[in-house]
């Protein structure tokens, strides 16, 4: 066993995102100690740093997962060969893709059991069993949970064999209960993106060929990466009656007869961190909106002449102060390092605030702030100083926000022409609007001569009566947003 | 595909525990809806209420986990056979219970992949990647993970093929920094157990036999189950320089010198709520104790003449100032269902106080409590209820482990004689301490003929000097204690 040597050491200098974005991206993964490659083919290693970012997630959607009255619950890693085989569009889509478990102990098994890909199967089984009339639904249930799919290209945290995620799965009396159920949590999803992650996202509807495995409708929601790349950032599936049907979710209903119940499912995944890394950070590294970051705010005391004395005490009372409101600080008294160092290492690491504090700033009865988005640095006033923190973590988070809705207008464009759509995509990418037929086969073609795909279709569309697909010139259906993506 | 329909029917009334505990324990299981049989062989499905207990056990050991320094990470679920084999007594241990992956996608695998049944393997690997200098120790990582060891024999939550837990994997520069560690997480997880689980717990190392595959020390702590059988509730491992130099775990020590870590590892899972629910539980069901109950209280509105425009909004009234005090409330204003069933229900699923209020209480401005435990049952006046169920909360916590520690008491006795020994195995067991020479043949032919094991070593024992082993009649080293055990 050698594969651990196989793993190559941390980069030292961060790749700039003009030379090689792709480099840049994962030189910040690793020199920020987000994630580690591990000796598993395709499998990472969440290191503490981005573990803490991915609590944090959890935290703010858990908490709108309980506000819209979900609640969690845990099922079986492994699903029985046969339990996966009963959605046939389902097996279809994601057979080709999932670890086998044939062997358990010594034993090799009767029936070969699948490692999940997603759960909509198994909790088909339960939600059969504990689904009896009416009374019983809603069922509103998510799962926090890992996943294994097998992943010929891996990335680390977009693309992983084994991913982390929730997955909700609920059933419904009435298809337009499990279709305002599917809103409501695409919904969700976009709110969470904007106000936490400073993430703006394109919410729509897939098309057919885009659509989840089994599913009626799929809606996703689509945020822009700083190389003009999209990436699907959650998605939302009304799966109608298909599931309930394969699995036998059925109930008496208020009028005495048999139904099958009409369900959902919706995730997003440790992937988010990702988006965050691609959608805020330079080059210098990582930039964190200060709502999701371990540290908001970094104290790098500055050493000279009897500072553990003078420096350092105060430097503790600015932190005590600050956590007694619930901000989240690191305070690097480190001996081993100097400042320039450290200010390097947390500006890499992305915390929002850097807050330096030396002998001069004492007598000033002042210290420096270093903001991390628009590196300015500013002297502030001791007096009054925890009330200017939380202010400015809360200016920190609406200006990432703002920069990056800037930049997705920048990077959005409208497009009649097939001419004019492959020049952009050549160019500058980003979301482009154009019309389309609806084939599959237009779609198909698009993506094959320019890799730009149909990341959705757009709730709120500028009418396209009178235009024609911009592939085959046919009268178009719809306006679609086309981009590049992960 | 009709192993759903295998799954029986949840029971309608609960077996008494004087009648069969086994049965009495499966019924308040599965009727409580805190897990349920799933179509996959050993596995089972928590479900909402039981994962509610999850999430409060999670919440107050994490707290604690980062009160003592630790970060969480997450670590991948699938194992190289390779790196499994490493550890020639971990794989003793271990290999015989794993379940293998040998298929990815379409493609047999080169080399199996084991699915962790702990995973010390994985992240000794990853540590030999990043410790290069005693700098960087300690390393303190915790991980809120699944497992699968594959069980012959399964009961929901006790042992079951998959199960949820966390592991704690630290490695450190010394010796005695590991000791104390193994030492500070055993004390970390008595101390919960008794806080917040209100489940007393007798902590000790176990013996060379009954020791982690791989570890120098283990310790562990073992609570006493209302059938007199014991539970091993937590273990904390000692794992000396095994692991690291295994898996190559080495940095450059102060002296310049290269030096093997010292790693230690500690785990608690699910099979704490299996434990709780055989701690406190009777013939009425489930008996939570308040600081992990779903809900601490239930509202129970008697519905009588004009109560939705009466009794209701004063119902709601009181949920919502509880709630604001962070006490956990369910208000039961369901139609469908009389009072009485409703107190049924809450009872069965533990509640541990029910709050009534109806016409006439609202006429003499005051409620019915009653307690789960005692099922004693009191008129409390309106004014000053909320702190007064806050304290009611608290006397209901303490009272429990009162309880449960007397019940302990009762069920404690010592034995210098194989035949007193004997005696008290076949008839009322529980924790019995007795003097042993030290010899695993002893502890084997004594766990054959009495089906009794030694649940650990005692810290502070009575003094063995001059006493003989039970089983051989040799100079006792040491009392050990022994009991039935789950």
Redesign the interface.
């Known amino acids: ?1 050698t ?2 040597t196989e ?1 190559p050491d941390l980069p030292t200098e961060i790749t700039p995102q003009s030379k090689d974005f792709g480099r840049w991206y994962i030189d910040v993964v690793r020199r920020a100690e987000l994630a ?1 490659y ?3 083919k395709g ?6 740093y ?3 970012i ?2 944090l997630m959890q935290q703010g959607l858990d908490r709108r997962f309980k506000a819209t009255g979900h ?10 060969e ?2 996966l ?2 959605e046939a569009e389902h097996v279809e889509g994601f057979a ?12 090799v098994l009767e029936e070969r ?1 699948v ?1 999940r890909p997603t759960s909509e199967t ?1 909790i088909g ?2 939600y ?2 504990w689904v009896q009339s009416w ?1 019983d639904l809603p069922i509103l ?1 998510n799962q926090w ?2 996943v ?1 799919r ?1 992943e010929k290209v891996t990335r680390l945290f977009l693309r992983t ?2 991913f ?1 995620w929730q997955e909700g799965h609920t059933a419904h009396e009435t298809a337009e209960e499990a279709q305002e159920e599917t809103m409501r949590m695409l919904g969700v999803y976009k709110e969470f993106a904007e106000t936490e992650l400073a993430m703006p996202v394109m919410d729509g509807q897939k098309t057919e060929s885009e659509k989840f495995a089994g599913a009626e409708r799929t809606y996703s929601i689509e945020a822009l990466m700083r190389d003009g790349r999209a990436l699907q950032a959650g998605t939302s599936h009304n799966l109608g009656q298909n599931f309930a049907k394969s ?1 036998e979710i059925k109930f008496q209903a208020r009028d005495k007869s048999v139904q099958f119940a009409h369900t959902t499912s919706w995730g997003v995944s440790t992937r988010l961190i990702g988006g965050v890394i691609m959608t805020h950070g330079d080059d210098g590294g990582l930039i964190l909106p200060p709502k999701i970051a371990p540290y908001q705010v970094v104290i790098v005391p500055i050493p000279r002449g009897n500072w553990k004395e003078t420096v350092l005490p105060k430097a503790q009372a600015i932190r005590d102060e600050l956590v007694a409101r619930g901000v989240r600080v690191m305070l690097d008294d480190r001996d ?1 390092q100097t400042p320039g160092w450290k200010f390097n290492e947390w500006e890499l690491r992305g915390v929002p605030l850097r807050l330096e504090i030396g002998p001069k700033d004492l007598e000033k009865s002042q210290v420096v702030l270093a903001r991390r988005d628009t590196r300015v640095k500013a002297f502030v006033p001791m007096e009054g100083l925890t009330p200017h923190i939380e202010q400015l973590l809360a200016t920190i988070q609406q200006a990432l926000l703002d920069r990056a809705l800037a930049y997705r207008e920048e990077h959005t464009s409208q497009a009649d022409s097939y001419e004019e759509f492959k020049a952009i995509m050549e160019g500058r990418p980003g979301f482009v609007i154009s019309p389309w037929c609806g084939s599959a086969t237009c779609e198909a073609e698009i993506k094959t001569e320019t890799q730009a795909t149909i990341r959705n279709i757009p709730f709120v569309s500028t009418d396209a009566t009178g235009k024609v697909c911009l592939r085959c010139g046919a009268a178009a259906t719809a306006h679609a947003w086309f981009a590049k993506s992960y």
Chains 1, 2 share one sequence.
Not at 43 to 48: G, H, K, L, Q, T
Not at 71 to 80: R, T
Not at 96 to 107: F, I, K, L, R
């Open positions: 066993m594969k651990d793993i580690d591990s000796p598993v499998c990472m290693v969440i290191r503490p981005g573990y803490a991915w609590e609640v969690n619950a845990y099922f079986p890693l492994l699903i029985p046969s339990l085989m009963k080709p893709q999932v670890a086998w478990v044939t062997q358990g102990g010594n034993e059991l490692i198994i089984v339960m059969a069993k009374r249930i949970a890992n294994v097998w064999t084994e982390l699995y081993s």
